[in-house]
């Protein structure tokens, strides 16, 4: 057998020549290709044009260059084998990961993941975890071609995104024409990707021939965003890179001079002066989409209530968002954003350890700390050995570590992420690789064939279930923004054939026959019209009960089935106590959200109000539906007091308590609720109109005048504010001030004919008074 030697700083490895092999190049040809066209990637046609375009691909090349590489082995009679020292770590992520989706409340989101947040679910950990395998095993250059590919990467995304900051758009479709929009992430998101990226183009692109100029572009553009964004987090990434790149310099080097790294210093200088002065680009800043995240402390709070809660393996992959319902809501009780719903923390360890426990926690801590310890023995064992454009290889992978802590990752960091633990491992040991015969095996033999018939079916059922959900939820897309509703069902009942396991397209199904339920109502009488609505009935509900029984931690799901149950109030007995209980269990899964308790005030006001016109329709069964408004009354009464409890400035369930009080009789109680909302809603005269007429009810007639005088002037063209007016001022005998207002009301353009105030003036005029003392309310308003 023909050998050759390749030798390393400690031991002679033997190579065979001639033993690659077309699947074996091919294999590396896709990583490359892979690689480099992941951060650009995106279409614009899923619920997500970033995330859910970017795991179908990953998974795709990773899987199809895993399934190359088997062949390659099985073919060649060979397993070409590089050390990976950052393998065990990895392989223990994955494993956490793994056992954190088995133990997950909500499997099927912890494999594939959620639309918003698709990063940590179980399929793209181990496609990274794949994709670093073969990054470390197919690459004989220590990295390099790679390196230049990532860096053509990086420079175009940067490029690309600040033309779009300057509103030069070059695709020209709707979701690319936005400031904002870029193929990275969050304008922040593609902030963190600069500042993570920068010590890795300076120093890597800088001496790469073929990409020095692109790199220079990448260079400066990265600084570009990260002066515009200016915020504290970005550049610490940045100052931590390039601290880390000084500092392997320095033991890189014979006589390190402090010259060689002024670009560094300067970056480092820079970022301190900027973070100081705080300084904003407001021109850009404006223009700029706002992201809103949770506070450090929050978020601690969130993982430490999870640790106590289920501390080995939280809550599962990708349900951040469940664990923040249940332990972060009520800090937003009392703020703009407690309605707002979050699926990461602020920061990646944190969303690690609410979504894997204890467990994928220790796992990620372990495997940064491997890393920091292997650079640590290179160095130490191999004083002065590393190239200059590896160095900014572990600068990057040093400062990504970083960023773990600070941000959450989303697909392309966490991509970036695992791409940068693989090229630094070809730089410490991309010289030292090793043949194992498996022909010669009968054990390497048997595992390789195991290994290539298991890894096969991985794929293959991996490429299945994903275009098979992809294109499920291109259907969601478009059945979500389909205008003819019939359609639309059509189209969700075929997402639903083909991935039944999403819990959002029958929230989505429900909603979309409940459109249909209300528009068959308004239609005419007609034979098919009773069964029409008995069928869409009976549909709304189950689809909107099966969302409910997929996923029951999760409060979207309990809040439709309220939602659904209160919209039947009209059509259906008894369904107010179960949109109740749907409503109350999805405040128990999200205790700081007051809007729940509201809906439930909201419905038995509705109710309460229906059931007095009937009582009014009905003088014989009066009484008893009368008692029975009252019955409904005190229970919207009870829900809006816990919405305001857990909400002290939701404003509309201020003013439906107000309304409720109203209701009961209790005058001063309903004003007492309008006069909180007065304050912050000066320039609503609609508020100003209803507190004048409690006002006028509680015999604060004064009063009354002053608020509906504010009306009219927020809106001079107020013509029941002036129609009031004008009666109080009959009652009052000011009968020039009471003309002066109904002249004015037909003076609008939408009164002038009105034939109310017409007779009214006109008895007026004549010095007919018919308005006593008491009187004014029992007028219907215009």
Same mark, same amino acid.
């Not at 106590?577 to 005030?601: M, T, V």
């Given at each position: 057998?023909?050998?050759?030697?390749?030798?390393?700083?400690?031991? =002679?490895?033997?190579?065979?020549?001639?033993?690659?092999?077309?699947?074996?190049?091919?294999?590396?040809?896709?990583?490359?290709?892979?690689?480099?066209?992941?951060?650009?990637?995106?279409?614009?046609?899923?619920?997500?044009?970033?995330?859910?375009?970017?795991?179908?691909?990953?998974?795709?090349?990773?899987?199809?260059?895993?399934?190359?590489?088997?062949?390659?082995?099985?073919?060649?009679?060979?397993?070409?084998?590089?050390?990976?020292?950052?393998?065990?770590?990895?392989?223990?992520?994955?494993?956490?990961?793994?056992?954190?989706?088995?133990?997950?409340?909500?499997?099927?989101?912890?494999?594939?993941?959620?639309?918003?947040?698709?990063?940590?679910?179980?399929?793209?950990?181990?496609?990274?975890?794949? *994709?670093?395998?073969?990054?470390?095993?197919?690459?004989?250059? &220590?990295?390099?071609?790679?390196?230049?590919?990532?860096?053509?990467?990086?420079?175009?995304?940067?490029?690309?995104?600040?033309?779009?900051?300057?509103?030069?758009?070059?695709?020209?479709?709707?979701?690319?024409?936005?400031?904002?929009?870029?193929?990275?992430?969050?304008?922040?998101?593609?902030?963190?990707?600069?500042?993570?990226?920068?010590?890795?183009?300076?120093?890597?692109?800088?001496?790469?021939?073929?990409?020095?100029?692109?790199?220079?572009?990448?260079?400066?553009?990265?600084?570009?965003?990260?002066?515009?964004?200016?915020?504290?987090?970005?550049?610490?990434?940045?100052?931590?890179?390039?601290?880390?790149?000084?500092?392997?310099?320095?033991?890189?080097?014979?006589?390190?001079?402090?010259?060689?790294?002024?670009?560094?210093?300067?970056?480092?200088?820079?970022?301190?002066?900027?973070?100081?002065?705080?300084?904003?680009?407001?021109?850009?800043?404006?223009? *700029?989409?706002?992201?809103?995240?949770?506070?450090?402390?929050?978020?601690?709070?969130?993982?430490?209530?999870?640790?106590?809660? &289920?501390?080995?393996?939280?809550?599962?992959?990708?349900?951040?968002?469940?664990?923040?319902?249940?332990?972060?809501?009520?800090?937003?009780?009392?703020?703009?954003?407690?309605?707002?719903?979050?699926?990461?923390?602020?920061?990646?360890?944190?969303?690690?350890?609410?979504?894997?426990?204890?467990?994928?926690?220790?796992?990620?801590?372990?495997?940064?700390?491997?890393?920091?310890?292997?650079?640590?023995?290179?160095?130490?064992?191999?004083?002065?050995?590393?190239?200059?454009?590896?160095?900014?290889?572990?600068?990057?992978?040093?400062?990504?570590?970083?960023?773990?802590?600070?941000?959450?990752?989303?697909?392309?960091?966490?991509? @970036?992420?695992?791409?940068?633990?693989?090229?630094?491992?070809?730089?410490?040991?991309?010289?030292?690789?090793?043949?194992?015969?498996?022909?010669?095996?009968?054990?390497?033999?048997?595992?390789?064939?195991?290994?290539?018939?298991?890894?096969?079916?991985?794929?293959?059922?991996?490429?299945?279930?994903?275009?098979?959900?992809?294109?499920?939820?291109?259907?969601?897309?478009?059945?979500?923004?389909?205008?003819?509703?019939?359609?639309?069902?059509?189209?969700?009942?075929?997402?639903?054939?083909?991935?039944?396991?999403?819990?959002?397209?029958?929230?989505?199904?429900?909603?979309?026959?409940?459109?249909?339920?209300? =528009?068959?109502?308004?239609?005419?009488?007609?034979?098919?019209?009773?069964?029409?609505?008995?069928?869409?009935?009976?549909?709304?509900? &189950?689809?909107?009960?099966?969302?409910?029984?997929?996923?029951?931690?999760?409060?979207?799901?309990?809040?439709?089935?309220?939602?659904?149950?209160?919209?039947?109030?009209?059509?259906?007995?008894?369904?107010?106590?179960?949109?109740?209980?749907?409503?109350?269990?999805?405040?128990?899964?999200?205790?700081?959200?007051?809007?729940?308790?509201?809906?439930?005030?909201?419905?038995?006001?509705?109710?309460?109000?229906?059931?007095?016109?009937?009582?009014?329709?009905?003088?014989?069964?009066?009484?008893?539906?009368?008692?029975?408004?009252?019955?409904?009354?005190?229970?919207?009464?009870?829900?809006?007091?816990?919405?305001?409890?857990?909400?002290?400035? @939701?404003?509309?369930?201020?003013?439906?308590?107000?309304?409720?009080?109203?209701?009961?009789? *209790?005058?001063?109680?309903?004003?007492?609720?309008?006069?909180?909302?007065?304050?912050?809603?000066?320039?609503?005269?609609?508020?100003?109109? =209803?507190?004048?007429?409690?006002?006028?009810?509680?015999?604060?007639?004064?009063?009354?005048?002053?608020?509906?005088?504010?009306?009219?002037?927020?809106?001079?063209?107020?013509?029941?504010? &002036?129609?009031?007016?004008?009666?109080?001022?009959?009652?009052?005998?000011?009968?020039?001030?009471?003309?002066?207002?109904?002249?004015?009301?037909?003076?609008?353009?939408?009164?002038?004919?009105?034939?109310?105030?017409?007779?009214?003036?006109?008895?007026?005029?004549?010095?007919?008074?018919?308005?006593?003392?008491?009187?004014?309310?029992?007028?219907?308003?215009?």
């Amino acid at each position: 057998m023909n050998l050759n030697f390749w030798r390393d700083d400690h031991q =002679e490895v033997p190579v065979s020549e001639g033993r690659e092999n077309i699947y074996q190049k091919l294999a590396r040809l896709v990583v490359l290709i892979g690689a480099g066209l992941f951060l650009l990637f995106f279409l614009p046609w899923s619920s997500s044009p970033l995330e859910v375009n970017k795991q179908l691909f990953l998974i795709l090349f990773s899987g199809l260059a895993l399934v190359f590489w088997l062949m390659g082995i099985v073919t060649s009679g060979y397993l070409k084998w590089r050390p990976f020292g950052f393998l065990k770590p990895m392989a223990i992520i994955a494993a956490a990961a793994i056992l954190a989706t088995v133990f997950s409340v909500s499997r099927f989101k912890s494999l594939f993941g959620l639309t918003n947040s698709l990063s940590d679910s179980l399929s793209v950990i181990l496609a990274l975890s794949v *994709m670093a395998l073969l990054v470390v095993n197919v690459f004989d250059d &220590r990295g390099k071609k790679l390196q230049s590919v990532i860096l053509v990467a990086l420079g175009i995304s940067f490029i690309y995104s600040i033309l779009q900051i300057f509103g030069i758009y070059i695709l020209r479709f709707p979701l690319a024409k936005n400031i904002g929009f870029n193929t990275i992430g969050s304008i922040n998101t593609l902030g963190v990707l600069a500042a993570a990226s920068l010590s890795f183009i300076y120093k890597s692109g800088f001496n790469l021939p073929l990409v020095k100029y692109i790199s220079y572009a990448a260079f400066i553009s990265a600084l570009f965003i990260l002066v515009i964004l200016n915020w504290w987090i970005l550049w610490t990434i940045a100052i931590i890179g390039m601290f880390v790149l000084v500092a392997l310099e320095s033991l890189n080097s014979k006589g390190f001079k402090i010259s060689k790294s002024v670009i560094p210093l300067t970056v480092i200088v820079l970022g301190f002066f900027l973070i100081t002065i705080n300084f904003r680009f407001t021109y850009f800043s404006s223009k *700029m989409p706002l992201e809103v995240a949770p506070s450090f402390g929050l978020s601690s709070k969130v993982a430490q209530s999870v640790i106590k809660d &289920r501390p080995v393996f939280g809550y599962g992959l990708e349900n951040f968002s469940l664990a923040f319902d249940r332990y972060g809501s009520q800090a937003l009780a009392n703020t703009n954003f407690s309605s707002i719903r979050f699926y990461d923390s602020t920061s990646e360890f944190f969303n690690s350890i609410v979504q894997g426990g204890i467990v994928l926690g220790l796992a990620f801590l372990l495997l940064f700390a491997w890393i920091i310890w292997e650079i640590f023995k290179f160095y130490k064992r191999n004083p002065m050995s590393v190239e200059g454009d590896h160095v900014g290889v572990m600068a990057m992978v040093l400062t990504m570590a970083a960023a773990f802590f600070l941000y959450p990752f989303n697909i392309s960091l966490l991509f @970036f992420l695992y791409l940068s633990i693989a090229m630094a491992s070809l730089s410490l040991w991309g010289r030292v690789r090793s043949y194992l015969s498996i022909e010669k095996s009968p054990i390497l033999s048997l595992a390789s064939s195991l290994s290539f018939i298991g890894g096969l079916v991985l794929v293959l059922v991996a490429f299945y279930f994903s275009l098979l959900f992809y294109s499920a939820d291109i259907k969601y897309v478009k059945a979500a923004v389909e205008p003819d509703k019939q359609k639309s069902v059509v189209i969700l009942t075929e997402a639903i054939k083909w991935n039944g396991n999403d819990d959002k397209y029958y929230r989505l199904l429900s909603q979309k026959i409940l459109a249909l339920l209300s =528009e068959e109502m308004s239609k005419p009488n007609d034979p098919q019209k009773t069964n029409l609505i008995q069928n869409y009935t009976s549909s709304t509900i &189950r689809f909107a009960q099966k969302a409910s029984q997929m996923d029951p931690r999760e409060s979207l799901n309990w809040a439709n089935l309220g939602n659904t149950y209160k919209s039947l109030l009209m059509i259906t007995d008894n369904v107010d106590k179960l949109a109740e209980d749907a409503y109350l269990k999805a405040a128990e899964l999200r205790p700081g959200d007051a809007n729940f308790y509201y809906q439930i005030g909201s419905m038995y006001l509705a109710k309460g109000d229906l059931l007095i016109q009937m009582a009014r329709a009905n003088p014989k069964a009066a009484p008893q539906l009368g008692a029975m408004a009252g019955e409904a009354y005190k229970k919207s009464e009870d829900a809006l007091k816990k919405a305001v409890d857990t909400s002290n400035n @939701f404003g509309m369930a201020i003013y439906n308590l107000g309304t409720v009080y109203e209701r009961e009789g *209790m005058l001063g109680e309903a004003i007492k609720q309008l006069e909180k909302l007065a304050p912050a809603n000066a320039n609503q005269p609609g508020l100003m109109f =209803e507190l004048g007429l409690l006002y006028y009810r509680a015999g604060r007639k004064d009063d009354a005048i002053s608020q509906l005088q504010k009306a009219i002037i927020l809106a001079p063209d107020y013509a029941n504010a &002036r129609w009031y007016l004008a009666l109080i001022y009959e009652e009052r005998n000011d009968i020039s001030s009471a003309i002066a207002h109904l002249e004015k009301i037909l003076s609008i353009d939408v009164n002038k004919d009105n034939p109310i105030v017409l007779q009214k003036l006109q008895e007026m005029k004549s010095g007919k008074r018919s308005i006593p003392p008491g009187k004014v309310l029992d007028q219907k308003p215009l």
